[in-house]
Protein backbone atom coordinates (compact mmCIF):
# COMPACT_ATOMS: atom_id res chain seq x y z
CA UNK A 1 0.00 0.00 0.00
CA UNK A 2 2.95 2.09 0.83
CA UNK A 3 4.42 1.87 -2.25
CA UNK A 4 1.58 2.34 -4.17
CA UNK A 5 0.76 5.75 -2.27
CA UNK A 6 3.79 7.43 -3.17
CA UNK A 7 3.57 5.91 -6.79
CA UNK A 8 0.37 7.69 -7.46
CA UNK A 9 1.81 10.96 -5.61
CA UNK A 10 4.69 10.79 -8.23
CA UNK A 11 2.35 10.15 -10.55
CA UNK A 12 0.08 12.92 -9.96
CA UNK A 13 3.48 15.23 -9.34
CA UNK A 14 4.91 13.88 -12.77
CA UNK A 15 1.38 14.93 -14.65
CA UNK A 16 1.13 18.90 -12.76
CA UNK A 17 5.19 19.23 -13.45
CA UNK A 18 5.71 22.77 -14.62
CA UNK A 19 8.60 23.83 -17.53
CA UNK A 20 11.96 24.88 -16.14
CA UNK A 21 11.68 28.81 -16.57
CA UNK A 22 8.25 28.81 -15.08
CA UNK A 23 9.13 26.64 -11.66
CA UNK A 24 12.19 28.83 -10.71
CA UNK A 25 9.81 31.70 -10.87
CA UNK A 26 7.83 29.44 -8.57
CA UNK A 27 10.87 28.90 -6.51
CA UNK A 28 11.80 33.12 -6.39
CA UNK A 29 8.02 33.49 -5.22
CA UNK A 30 8.32 31.06 -2.19
CA UNK A 31 12.07 32.19 -1.40
CA UNK A 32 10.73 35.68 -1.38
CA UNK A 33 8.42 34.57 1.59
CA UNK A 34 10.89 32.51 3.68
CA UNK A 35 13.12 35.26 3.87
CA UNK A 36 10.68 37.42 4.81
CA UNK A 37 10.00 35.19 7.62
CA UNK A 38 13.54 34.91 8.64
CA UNK A 39 14.23 38.63 8.33
CA UNK A 40 11.24 39.06 10.96
CA UNK A 41 13.00 36.62 13.17
CA UNK A 42 15.85 38.72 14.26
CA UNK A 43 14.98 42.68 13.05
CA UNK A 44 13.13 43.39 16.04
CA UNK A 45 15.56 42.61 18.06
CA UNK A 46 17.41 45.95 17.22
CA UNK A 47 14.29 47.77 18.36
CA UNK A 48 14.01 46.66 21.42
CA UNK A 49 14.88 49.94 23.29
CA UNK A 50 12.92 52.65 20.83
CA UNK A 51 9.69 50.20 21.74
CA UNK A 52 10.36 50.31 25.57
CA UNK A 53 10.29 54.05 25.34
CA UNK A 54 7.71 54.89 22.54
CA UNK A 55 5.14 52.42 24.46
CA UNK A 56 6.02 52.81 27.72
CA UNK A 57 6.58 49.56 28.05
CA UNK A 58 8.53 46.99 31.04
CA UNK A 59 11.65 45.47 29.25
CA UNK A 60 9.85 42.03 29.65
CA UNK A 61 7.18 42.82 27.79
CA UNK A 62 9.22 44.45 24.96
CA UNK A 63 10.91 41.37 24.56
CA UNK A 64 7.83 39.14 24.44
CA UNK A 65 7.38 40.77 20.24
CA UNK A 66 10.20 38.22 20.16
CA UNK A 67 9.39 35.24 22.09
CA UNK A 68 6.13 35.09 21.46
CA UNK A 69 7.21 35.06 17.36
CA UNK A 70 9.14 32.15 18.62
CA UNK A 71 6.87 30.27 19.77
CA UNK A 72 3.74 31.17 17.43
CA UNK A 73 5.91 29.62 14.61
CA UNK A 74 6.51 26.50 16.87
CA UNK A 75 2.83 25.89 17.63
CA UNK A 76 2.03 26.32 13.86
CA UNK A 77 4.66 24.82 11.51
CA UNK A 78 3.42 21.26 12.57
CA UNK A 79 -0.35 22.39 11.86
CA UNK A 80 0.44 24.06 8.46
CA UNK A 81 2.43 21.12 7.24
CA UNK A 82 0.10 18.49 7.85
CA UNK A 83 -3.32 20.96 6.43
CA UNK A 84 -0.71 21.95 3.41
CA UNK A 85 -0.76 18.19 2.57
CA UNK A 86 -4.22 17.72 2.42
CA UNK A 87 -5.72 20.80 1.73
CA UNK A 88 -3.44 21.72 -0.81
CA UNK A 89 0.01 23.66 -0.53
CA UNK A 90 -0.71 26.77 -2.69
CA UNK A 91 -3.56 27.59 -0.51
CA UNK A 92 -1.85 27.47 2.50
CA UNK A 93 0.49 29.47 1.37
CA UNK A 94 -1.29 31.87 -0.25
CA UNK A 95 -3.30 32.34 3.15
CA UNK A 96 -0.21 32.65 5.03
CA UNK A 97 1.00 35.60 2.89
CA UNK A 98 -2.32 37.40 3.93
CA UNK A 99 -2.30 36.94 7.16
CA UNK A 100 1.43 37.49 7.46
CA UNK A 101 0.97 41.34 5.46
CA UNK A 102 -2.20 42.09 7.65
CA UNK A 103 -0.64 41.59 10.62
CA UNK A 104 2.39 43.25 10.09
CA UNK A 105 0.30 45.80 8.98
CA UNK A 106 -1.55 45.99 12.19
CA UNK A 107 1.65 46.03 14.13
CA UNK A 108 2.93 49.01 12.61
CA UNK A 109 -0.09 50.88 13.67
CA UNK A 110 0.01 49.36 17.24
CA UNK A 111 0.05 52.23 19.98
CA UNK A 112 0.24 49.64 22.68
CA UNK A 113 2.61 46.68 23.74
CA UNK A 114 0.12 44.27 24.83
CA UNK A 115 -1.60 45.00 21.53
CA UNK A 116 1.66 44.44 19.67
CA UNK A 117 2.86 41.52 21.26
CA UNK A 118 -0.62 39.82 20.24
CA UNK A 119 -0.71 40.47 16.82
CA UNK A 120 2.78 39.41 17.00
CA UNK A 121 1.59 36.31 17.50
CA UNK A 122 -0.64 36.51 14.57
CA UNK A 123 2.28 37.48 12.19
CA UNK A 124 4.13 34.27 13.81
CA UNK A 125 0.88 32.06 12.25
CA UNK A 126 1.80 33.45 8.80
CA UNK A 127 5.53 32.99 9.03
CA UNK A 128 5.29 29.74 10.62
CA UNK A 129 2.95 28.53 7.28
CA UNK A 130 5.62 29.57 4.72
CA UNK A 131 8.10 27.10 5.40
CA UNK A 132 5.84 23.60 5.23
CA UNK A 133 3.73 24.98 2.64
CA UNK A 134 6.50 26.19 0.52
CA UNK A 135 8.88 23.27 1.11
CA UNK A 136 6.04 20.95 -0.56
CA UNK A 137 5.42 23.48 -3.12
CA UNK A 138 9.21 23.15 -4.39
CA UNK A 139 9.08 19.60 -4.13
CA UNK A 140 5.95 19.21 -7.10
CA UNK A 141 7.67 21.26 -8.80
CA UNK A 142 10.77 20.00 -8.99
CA UNK A 143 10.19 16.63 -9.05
CA UNK A 144 13.34 14.16 -8.90
CA UNK A 145 15.46 17.75 -8.62
CA UNK A 146 13.58 18.70 -5.08
CA UNK A 147 16.40 17.25 -3.08
CA UNK A 148 18.37 20.07 -4.59
CA UNK A 149 15.68 22.68 -4.64
CA UNK A 150 14.71 21.83 -0.70
CA UNK A 151 18.39 22.09 -0.31
CA UNK A 152 19.24 25.29 -1.51
CA UNK A 153 16.50 26.87 0.81
CA UNK A 154 19.65 26.65 3.18
CA UNK A 155 20.97 29.69 1.54
CA UNK A 156 17.71 31.81 2.57
CA UNK A 157 17.81 31.97 6.09
CA UNK A 158 21.10 33.24 7.19
CA UNK A 159 20.89 35.72 4.55
CA UNK A 160 17.76 37.16 6.38
CA UNK A 161 19.46 36.57 9.72
CA UNK A 162 21.85 39.16 8.15
CA UNK A 163 19.69 41.70 6.80
CA UNK A 164 17.53 41.84 9.87
CA UNK A 165 19.28 43.58 12.08
CA UNK A 166 20.85 45.97 9.33
CA UNK A 167 17.44 46.53 8.52
CA UNK A 168 16.07 47.16 12.06
CA UNK A 169 19.06 49.73 12.87
CA UNK A 170 18.26 51.46 9.96
CA UNK A 171 14.60 52.03 10.13
CA UNK A 172 14.90 52.88 13.74
CA UNK A 173 17.97 55.44 13.38
CA UNK A 174 16.50 57.70 10.21
CA UNK A 175 12.40 56.53 10.74
CA UNK A 176 10.76 54.55 13.07
CA UNK A 177 10.45 50.91 14.88
CA UNK A 178 7.03 50.77 12.72
CA UNK A 179 9.14 50.85 9.69
CA UNK A 180 10.05 47.04 10.50
CA UNK A 181 6.96 45.99 10.18
CA UNK A 182 5.30 48.29 7.24
CA UNK A 183 7.99 47.64 5.43
CA UNK A 184 6.34 43.71 4.53
CA UNK A 185 3.25 45.31 3.68
CA UNK A 186 3.95 46.30 0.12
CA UNK A 187 6.24 43.10 -0.44
CA UNK A 188 3.05 40.63 0.90
CA UNK A 189 0.59 42.57 -1.70
CA UNK A 190 3.55 42.01 -4.48
CA UNK A 191 4.16 38.11 -3.34
CA UNK A 192 0.40 37.47 -2.49
CA UNK A 193 -0.38 39.02 -6.61
CA UNK A 194 2.77 36.29 -7.56
CA UNK A 195 1.97 34.02 -5.85
CA UNK A 196 -1.68 33.74 -6.84
CA UNK A 197 -0.34 34.29 -11.05
CA UNK A 198 2.31 31.69 -10.45
CA UNK A 199 2.01 29.38 -8.13
CA UNK A 200 -0.03 26.12 -9.46
CA UNK A 201 -2.45 24.11 -7.43
CA UNK A 202 -1.35 20.85 -6.25
CA UNK A 203 -2.73 17.45 -5.97
CA UNK A 204 -4.54 16.94 -2.68
CA UNK A 205 -4.37 13.94 -0.51
CA UNK A 206 -7.48 12.09 0.78
CA UNK A 207 -8.70 13.20 3.76
CA UNK A 208 -11.31 12.60 6.25
CA UNK A 209 -12.63 14.54 9.58
CA UNK A 210 -10.37 17.46 10.46
CA UNK A 211 -8.20 15.97 13.73
CA UNK A 212 -9.49 18.63 16.48
CA UNK A 213 -8.37 16.61 19.34
CA UNK A 214 -5.54 15.95 18.28
CA UNK A 215 -4.47 19.74 17.31
CA UNK A 216 -5.66 20.74 20.62
CA UNK A 217 -3.62 17.86 22.30
CA UNK A 218 -0.31 19.01 20.33
CA UNK A 219 -0.80 22.63 21.04
CA UNK A 220 -1.18 22.40 24.14
CA UNK A 221 1.88 20.23 25.26
CA UNK A 222 3.98 22.53 22.89
CA UNK A 223 2.70 26.25 24.56
CA UNK A 224 3.07 24.25 27.86
CA UNK A 225 6.24 23.22 27.17
CA UNK A 226 7.70 26.23 25.77
CA UNK A 227 6.64 28.69 28.32
CA UNK A 228 7.96 26.93 31.14
CA UNK A 229 11.05 26.75 29.14
CA UNK A 230 10.83 30.23 28.48
CA UNK A 231 10.35 31.20 32.23
CA UNK A 232 13.30 29.17 33.19
CA UNK A 233 15.47 32.08 31.40
CA UNK A 234 14.63 34.67 33.36
CA UNK A 235 17.08 36.04 36.13
CA UNK A 236 14.99 35.47 39.07
CA UNK A 237 12.87 32.10 38.21
CA UNK A 238 13.39 28.90 39.77
CA UNK A 239 12.61 25.30 38.98
CA UNK A 240 10.47 24.81 41.66
CA UNK A 241 8.39 27.47 41.07
CA UNK A 242 4.58 27.58 40.51
CA UNK A 243 5.23 29.40 37.29
CA UNK A 244 7.95 26.37 35.86
CA UNK A 245 6.54 23.18 37.40
CA UNK A 246 2.59 24.23 36.02
CA UNK A 247 3.13 24.80 32.46
CA UNK A 248 5.63 22.31 32.36
CA UNK A 249 3.24 19.90 33.84
CA UNK A 250 0.41 20.69 31.23
CA UNK A 251 2.86 20.54 28.44
CA UNK A 252 4.05 17.30 29.30
CA UNK A 253 0.58 15.93 29.64
CA UNK A 254 -0.98 17.33 26.67
CA UNK A 255 2.39 15.56 24.73
CA UNK A 256 2.11 12.27 26.03
CA UNK A 257 -1.84 12.23 25.25
CA UNK A 258 -1.33 13.72 21.96
CA UNK A 259 1.14 10.50 21.20
CA UNK A 260 -1.53 8.30 22.54
CA UNK A 261 -4.08 9.63 20.88
CA UNK A 262 -2.36 9.65 17.26
CA UNK A 263 -1.69 6.03 17.99
CA UNK A 264 -5.26 5.23 18.04
CA UNK A 265 -7.18 7.82 15.61
CA UNK A 266 -8.38 6.91 12.47
CA UNK A 267 -6.96 9.89 10.74
CA UNK A 268 -4.54 11.40 13.17
CA UNK A 269 -3.51 14.80 12.83
CA UNK A 270 0.41 14.06 12.50
CA UNK A 271 0.72 10.19 11.58
CA UNK A 272 2.84 8.43 14.73
CA UNK A 273 4.70 6.90 11.98
CA UNK A 274 6.32 10.57 11.54
CA UNK A 275 7.26 10.97 14.69
CA UNK A 276 8.67 7.66 15.67
CA UNK A 277 8.86 5.64 12.36
CA UNK A 278 12.43 4.38 10.87
CA UNK A 279 14.44 7.15 10.15
CA UNK A 280 12.34 9.45 11.94
CA UNK A 281 12.35 9.33 15.03
CA UNK A 282 16.35 9.70 15.31
CA UNK A 283 15.85 12.90 12.77
CA UNK A 284 13.59 14.35 15.07
CA UNK A 285 15.48 14.32 18.12
CA UNK A 286 18.82 15.25 15.82
CA UNK A 287 17.16 18.46 14.72
CA UNK A 288 16.03 19.14 18.73
CA UNK A 289 19.48 18.86 19.87
CA UNK A 290 20.26 20.63 16.92
CA UNK A 291 18.63 23.28 17.65
CA UNK A 292 19.50 23.07 21.26
CA UNK A 293 23.26 23.64 20.25
CA UNK A 294 23.07 25.65 17.15
CA UNK A 295 19.93 27.95 17.23
CA UNK A 296 20.70 28.73 20.41
CA UNK A 297 24.44 29.56 20.65
CA UNK A 298 23.78 31.93 17.72
CA UNK A 299 21.30 34.52 19.29
CA UNK A 300 23.72 34.27 22.05
CA UNK A 301 27.49 35.46 20.02
CA UNK A 302 26.70 39.21 20.54
CA UNK A 303 26.14 39.32 24.30
CA UNK A 304 29.31 36.56 24.70
CA UNK A 305 31.55 39.28 22.33
CA UNK A 306 29.92 42.22 24.33
CA UNK A 307 30.39 41.22 27.88
CA UNK A 308 33.70 39.04 27.44
CA UNK A 309 35.52 41.15 25.47
CA UNK A 310 33.55 44.33 25.89
CA UNK A 311 33.05 44.99 21.88
CA UNK A 312 30.80 47.15 21.19
CA UNK A 313 27.27 45.92 20.30
CA UNK A 314 27.33 47.16 16.66
CA UNK A 315 30.75 45.32 16.09
CA UNK A 316 29.37 42.18 18.28
CA UNK A 317 26.40 41.95 15.94
CA UNK A 318 27.99 41.49 12.92
CA UNK A 319 29.97 38.47 14.24
CA UNK A 320 26.79 36.95 13.08
CA UNK A 321 27.56 37.92 9.52
CA UNK A 322 30.45 35.82 10.06
CA UNK A 323 28.62 32.62 10.59
CA UNK A 324 26.13 33.41 7.52
CA UNK A 325 28.57 34.04 5.54
CA UNK A 326 30.48 30.58 6.17
CA UNK A 327 27.09 29.21 5.96
CA UNK A 328 26.19 30.50 2.43
CA UNK A 329 29.85 29.82 1.23
CA UNK A 330 29.31 25.90 1.49
CA UNK A 331 25.47 25.22 1.51
CA UNK A 332 25.48 25.02 -2.47
CA UNK A 333 28.24 22.57 -2.60
CA UNK A 334 26.75 20.84 0.03
CA UNK A 335 23.37 20.44 -1.68
CA UNK A 336 24.72 19.46 -4.54
CA UNK A 337 27.03 16.97 -3.54
CA UNK A 338 24.17 15.45 -1.30
CA UNK A 339 23.14 12.76 -3.89
CA UNK A 340 27.24 11.43 -4.31
CA UNK A 341 27.96 11.29 -0.59
CA UNK A 342 24.48 10.67 1.05
CA UNK A 343 23.47 12.19 4.41
CA UNK A 344 25.72 10.28 6.75
CA UNK A 345 29.21 12.01 5.97
CA UNK A 346 27.83 15.83 6.06
CA UNK A 347 25.91 15.04 8.95
CA UNK A 348 29.42 13.82 10.75
CA UNK A 349 31.51 16.46 8.90
CA UNK A 350 29.16 19.32 9.64
CA UNK A 351 28.57 18.46 13.57
CA UNK A 352 32.78 17.92 13.61
CA UNK A 353 33.21 21.56 12.38
CA UNK A 354 30.81 23.41 14.03
CA UNK A 355 31.98 21.96 17.16
CA UNK A 356 35.39 22.94 16.41
CA UNK A 357 34.51 26.33 15.83
CA UNK A 358 32.42 26.57 18.82
CA UNK A 359 35.41 24.96 21.31
CA UNK A 360 37.68 28.24 19.48
CA UNK A 361 35.35 30.12 20.46
CA UNK A 362 35.53 29.36 23.58
CA UNK A 363 38.92 29.91 24.06
CA UNK A 364 41.29 33.69 24.87
CA UNK A 365 42.47 34.88 21.88
CA UNK A 366 45.91 33.36 21.19
CA UNK A 367 47.18 36.05 18.41
CA UNK A 368 44.54 37.67 16.83
CA UNK A 369 42.51 40.64 18.32
CA UNK A 370 39.28 39.05 20.31
CA UNK A 371 36.98 40.53 17.19
CA UNK A 372 39.41 38.65 14.65
CA UNK A 373 39.26 35.43 16.47
CA UNK A 374 35.38 35.34 17.35
CA UNK A 375 34.97 35.98 13.34
CA UNK A 376 37.02 32.82 12.47
CA UNK A 377 35.09 30.99 15.28
CA UNK A 378 31.69 31.82 14.26
CA UNK A 379 32.84 31.58 10.50
CA UNK A 380 34.10 27.97 11.05
CA UNK A 381 30.93 26.99 12.63
CA UNK A 382 28.56 28.33 9.86
CA UNK A 383 30.59 26.42 7.78
CA UNK A 384 29.76 23.16 9.48
CA UNK A 385 26.03 24.47 9.69
CA UNK A 386 26.50 24.78 5.79
CA UNK A 387 27.25 21.56 5.65
CA UNK A 388 25.07 19.44 7.73
CA UNK A 389 21.62 21.51 6.86
CA UNK A 390 21.28 20.45 3.68
CA UNK A 391 21.78 16.72 4.67
CA UNK A 392 19.40 17.01 7.43
CA UNK A 393 16.32 19.32 5.73
CA UNK A 394 16.30 16.09 3.22
CA UNK A 395 16.99 12.83 5.46
CA UNK A 396 13.35 11.83 5.64
CA UNK A 397 11.63 13.41 2.88
CA UNK A 398 12.18 10.28 0.88
CA UNK A 399 10.91 8.21 2.97
CA UNK A 400 7.58 9.98 2.65
CA UNK A 401 7.66 11.95 -0.52
CA UNK A 402 3.51 12.07 -0.08
CA UNK A 403 3.74 13.82 3.76
CA UNK A 404 6.77 16.46 2.30
CA UNK A 405 4.59 19.98 4.00
CA UNK A 406 4.00 17.80 7.49
CA UNK A 407 7.54 16.46 7.48
CA UNK A 408 9.05 20.22 6.52
CA UNK A 409 6.57 21.66 9.65
CA UNK A 410 7.86 18.74 12.10
CA UNK A 411 11.34 19.38 11.33
CA UNK A 412 11.68 23.82 12.03
CA UNK A 413 9.00 22.89 15.25
CA UNK A 414 11.77 20.24 16.59
CA UNK A 415 14.42 22.81 15.74
CA UNK A 416 12.86 25.95 17.33
CA UNK A 417 12.13 24.31 20.16
CA UNK A 418 15.31 23.61 20.56
CA UNK A 419 16.57 26.60 20.20
CA UNK A 420 14.37 28.42 22.22
CA UNK A 421 15.41 25.93 25.12
CA UNK A 422 19.13 25.99 24.30
CA UNK A 423 18.45 29.93 24.98
CA UNK A 424 16.53 29.70 27.82
CA UNK A 425 18.53 27.56 29.63
CA UNK A 426 22.06 29.65 28.96
CA UNK A 427 20.26 32.53 29.78
CA UNK A 428 19.39 31.49 32.79
CA UNK A 429 22.93 30.30 33.75
CA UNK A 430 24.57 33.47 33.00
CA UNK A 431 21.99 35.07 34.89
CA UNK A 432 23.10 33.35 38.35
CA UNK A 433 26.76 33.72 36.90
CA UNK A 434 28.80 36.18 38.63
CA UNK A 435 31.16 36.11 35.49
CA UNK A 436 28.48 35.89 32.85
CA UNK A 437 31.35 36.10 29.91
CA UNK A 438 33.75 33.19 30.97
CA UNK A 439 30.02 31.10 32.16
CA UNK A 440 28.96 31.44 28.69
CA UNK A 441 32.67 30.15 27.50
CA UNK A 442 31.95 27.22 29.30
CA UNK A 443 28.45 26.48 27.88
CA UNK A 444 30.10 26.95 24.26
CA UNK A 445 32.46 23.56 25.58
CA UNK A 446 29.32 22.22 26.60
CA UNK A 447 27.81 22.40 23.30
CA UNK A 448 30.56 21.54 21.93
CA UNK A 449 30.43 18.08 22.90
CA UNK A 450 27.12 18.43 22.33
CA UNK A 451 27.45 18.25 18.83
CA UNK A 452 30.21 15.10 19.37
CA UNK A 453 27.57 13.29 21.02
CA UNK A 454 25.09 13.50 18.38
CA UNK A 455 27.18 12.15 15.87
CA UNK A 456 26.62 7.83 17.02
CA UNK A 457 22.79 8.71 16.19
CA UNK A 458 24.04 9.97 12.77
CA UNK A 459 24.87 6.27 12.02
CA UNK A 460 20.99 5.45 12.79
CA UNK A 461 20.05 7.86 9.66
CA UNK A 462 18.64 6.28 6.57
CA UNK A 463 21.63 6.14 3.70
CA UNK A 464 20.13 7.31 0.51
CA UNK A 465 22.32 7.94 -2.73
CA UNK A 466 21.29 9.09 -6.48
CA UNK A 467 18.40 11.10 -7.59
CA UNK A 468 15.11 10.74 -6.11
Not at 10 to 16: E, G
Not at 48 to 59: P, S
Not at 101 to 123: F, P
Request: proline share 5%; glycine share 12%; hydrophobic share 55%.
Amino acid sequence: MAVASVGAVSAATSATFEPQPRRYLVFGVVSIALFMASVDQTIVATALGTLQHDLHAQVNWSSWTITIYALGQILVMPLAGSISDQYGRKKVFVAAIALFTVASLCCGLANDIYVLVALRAVQAIGGGAFMPSATGIVADQFGPDRDRAIGLFTSIFPIGGIVGPILGGVFVTYWSWRGIFLVNVPIGIVLFCLAVMLVPDSAKRARGRVDVTGIVLLGTGLLGAMLAVSYLGGATSSPLSPAFVGPLAVGLVGLVLFVRHSARATHPFIPLRLLRGHGFAVMNLINFMFGVAILGFGTLVPLYAEQRYGIHTLAAGSLLTARAVGMIAVAAIAVFTLRRTGYRPPMIAGFVLASTGLLLMSVAPPVLSPYAWLAVAAGITGIGMGVAIPATNNATLQLAPESTAAIAGLRGMFRQSGGITGISIVTAIIARSSNPGVAQAHVFVVLAVFLVCLIPLVFLVPEHRGSW
